[in-house]
């Protein structure tokens, strides 16, 4: 192996310009607790803002100052039901078989209209719901207790009590009385208790002005094309709504390169103009490693830590800058939003005069023991499925690289940094993202194939909500022995038997056949190597050219035993190259990395390339049959079997079994 030259100006001894405390504090590793104790002692008490906002503006903000109530609610006495308003001791002696006859007022009060003349004894005036009770009346009859006399005259049949049917003015609320406390958020309740005093506008505490930059070269804005060794900025998006979520008006200004001069630029402009200044990657030792030297420089006191003992986070760095919070959140986008909602969201939220927030937990078994590192908190995101004895948790982590474990994800765990696993078997406390768990109706685990989209699709418009979780062909026998999921699909090509997946079924389980994939030779199209032939005569072709570069698949993949059956013992560059997926071995072709490779077709197809086809592989599901009479996996069956599904596999390149 051969180590690449570091740049001069790159090396750390060589950098003479960096004030020497920053190395230091880069080399302090603090505990999560530690780090945020610093950084909320350099923040807080701090005053917080407040604007005044029109009533409907006012949703979702903080109440910067209790609202007390200006009038009475309701302002004046009302009937509660439809009928006609009496004195009450006229009708001492009424019932069913006595009668009371009483003479009608002239006039009626429905809602909106003011009376004009009193009830005396022996009269009632009609009076509808809501409508203010005239002089001298002291409750209410209702309208289906009483029959018309003679004209301008009712009969009513019941007595009624003092205050029957009336709501009193201030009964609801009274005037001067609190109605919400500062540091309420704002919700269509409070916004009616506002709108019934006649309040119109709203003291909310201003929300704190949050920019978010994203920082580095290989950077592009999501609508635009990317380029050889591009990715689009997911960070960017991340932040900008999570500010949002939590009480702050975010300001996304771009993405910035890797460049001292342009970054501190953009830095400086985006915290003159803001409450608090959020980057994003950069923060890992390397060459792009700008931002935490440019925030020594824009006040003080400066950085507080840069380095905290969470696992995803550890480069997390923050930062308060002339009393601003100025933080770097990690690159990588599940550590980025890891640490915003660890870390950063409750700070967040104190500026912004929201309350924490309220977090649900549930209780649930881990399936497989979790490796952790010693010495850092580390938090592993997990997807909730119904187990036998309760909800089971499945990490769903693939890395801190992968934004998908966060998407699918219901919550996460934590993982003590004094523990260096949490064992198969433990019962943990999971945080919910949401404050509702809803579990899934159908948990499908194992190898995750373009054409199960296509086979759910019903059952998610049917409202059935489908979990897919992808860990192999393996890992979801695994899951299926266990009765986690409802149904494993594989593709596990068994080499004595020369079959696919029945060999690997276990008792418990049966097999509930899929769709075939045909696998093949993959090569850039227009390659004269390849085109034309078939998979024998273009792998020997490969092997005849010492400058061809090939892609393999992982030990244990069923395409990777025809690939070494194609290449009998042959070794040629390229083969210790082992990508896990047929989507990775597409990518290698199409980028030049490599020149051959074998996939599915649907997948040379979708990335544009050319196929040979070679032999067909059984994709196939592993049913666990105590589960088989669940409604969602009896959606599924059906689903598998319509013809609606085997038409939508077919025009992508599969064959239904
Ligand atoms: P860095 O700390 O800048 O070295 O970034 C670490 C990793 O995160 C690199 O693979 C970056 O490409 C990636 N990364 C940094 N910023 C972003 C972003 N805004 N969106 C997606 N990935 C990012
Ligand atoms: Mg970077």
Redesign the pocket.
């Known amino acids: 192996m051969t180590t690449a030259p570091v740049p001069k100006s790159q090396h750390p001894k060589d950098d003479t310009k960096h004030d020497p405390n920053d190395q230091d504090q880069f080399l302090t590793i603090l505990s999560r607790e530690e780090a945020l104790a610093r950084f909320e002692a350099a923040l807080f008490p701090r005053a917080i803002p407040s604007e005044p906002r029109a009533l409907a503006a006012a949703l979702s903000c903080a109440l910067a100052r209790d609202v007390v109530a200006p009038i009475d609610v309701p302002p004046f006495d009302r009937a509660n039901v439809d009928g006609f308003a009496v004195r009450s001791a006229d009708l001492a002696s009424a019932g069913e078989s006595a009668p009371v006859r009483v003479t009608l007022n002239d006039e009626v009060i429905a809602c909106g209209v003011a009376p004009t003349r009193p009830v005396l004894s022996g009269t009632a005036t009609s009076i509808a719901t809501g409508g203010p009770l005239p002089r001298g009346a002291d409750a209410v009859v209702m309208i289906e207790h009483t029959q018309p006399a003679s004209s301008g005259a009712i009969e009513i049949r019941r007595a009624a009590s003092p205050g029957q049917f009336i709501s009193y003015a201030g009964s609801d609320i009274a005037r001067g009385e609190t109605l919400l406390r500062a540091g309420t958020v704002i919700g269509s309740r409070e916004i009616g208790i506002c709108a019934a005093c006649g309040i119109a506008e709203l003291a909310v505490a201003r929300r704190p002005r949050v920019a978010v930059l994203?920082?580095?070269d290989?950077?592009v804005q999501p609508g635009r094309p990317l380029g050889p060794a591009e990715?689009?900025?997911?960070?960017?998006a991340?932040?900008t709504a999570a500010v949002t979520e939590n009480g702050g008006e975010a300001v996304f200004l771009g993405?910035v390169p890797?460049d001292e001069v342009r970054l501190e630029a953009a830095m400086r402009d985006a915290l003159a103009s803001s409450d608090m200044l959020v980057l994003?990657?950069?923060?890992?030792k390397?060459a792009?490693?700008l931002s935490h030297r440019i925030i020594a420089r824009l006040g003080q006191p400066g950085i507080i830590a840069h380095g905290v003992a969470l696992k995803p986070g550890k480069?997390l760095c923050l930062a308060v800058c002339d009393g601003k919070p100025v933080v770097i959140l990690?690159?990588?986008?599940t550590?980025?939003m890891f640490t915003f909602h660890d870390m950063i969201a409750p700070l967040l939220r104190r500026m912004a005069g929201l309350p924490p927030r309220a977090d649900a937990t549930v209780t649930a078994t881990i399936p497989v023991r979790i490796a952790s590192e010693l010495g850092r908190t580390e938090f592993v995101m997990v997807s909730l499925v119904d187990g036998a004895d309760g909800l089971i948790a499945y990490p769903t982590g693939k890395g801190s690289?992968a934004?998908t474990s966060f998407a699918q994800a219901d919550g996460f765990l934590k993982i003590d940094a004094l523990a260096d696993q949490m064992r198969a078997g433990t019962q943990a406390e999971v945080r919910l993202f949401t404050r509702h768990l809803r579990v899934p109706d159908l948990v499908i685990i194992g190898s995750h194939c373009t054409g199960l989209d296509l086979v759910t699709a019903p059952l998610a418009q049917a409202g059935l909500l489908v979990r897919s979780i992808a860990v192999g062909s393996l890992g979801g026998l695994a899951a299926a022995r266990r009765g986690e999921c409802d149904l494993a699909p594989i593709h596990l090509f068994d080499d004595k038997s020369e079959s696919y997946n029945t060999p690997f079924l276990a008792e418990g389980l049966e097999l509930v056949p899929g769709w075939r994939r045909m696998q093949g030779i993959v090569f850039r199209q227009g390659d004269s190597r390849f085109a034309g032939l078939g998979a024998d005569n273009a792998v020997r072709a490969a092997l005849a050219d010492p400058w061809c570069i090939m892609v393999n698949r992982n030990q244990g993949a069923g395409t990777r035993i025809l690939i070494d059956r194609l290449l009998a013992g042959a070794r040629p560059d390229g083969y210790w190259n082992q990508p896990k997926s047929h989507t990775a071995v597409a990518a290698a072709v199409a980028q030049h990395r490599a020149d051959w490779g074998m996939t599915i077709a649907p997948v040379a197809h979708a990335a544009g390339l050319g196929f040979i086809p070679l032999a067909e592989e059984h994709y196939d599901f592993a049913l666990v049959t105590a589960r088989k009479s669940r409604p969602a996996v009896q959606a599924f069956l059906q689903a598998l079997a319509s013809d609606e599904s085997r038409a939508a596999l077919a025009q992508v390149g599969f064959r239904p079994a």
């Open positions: 994203s920082t580095g290989e950077l990715i689009y900025d997911t960070n960017g991340i932040v993405a890797d994003s990657g950069g923060t890992s390397g792009g490693d480069p990690p690159g990588f986008p550590s980025a690289g934004i």
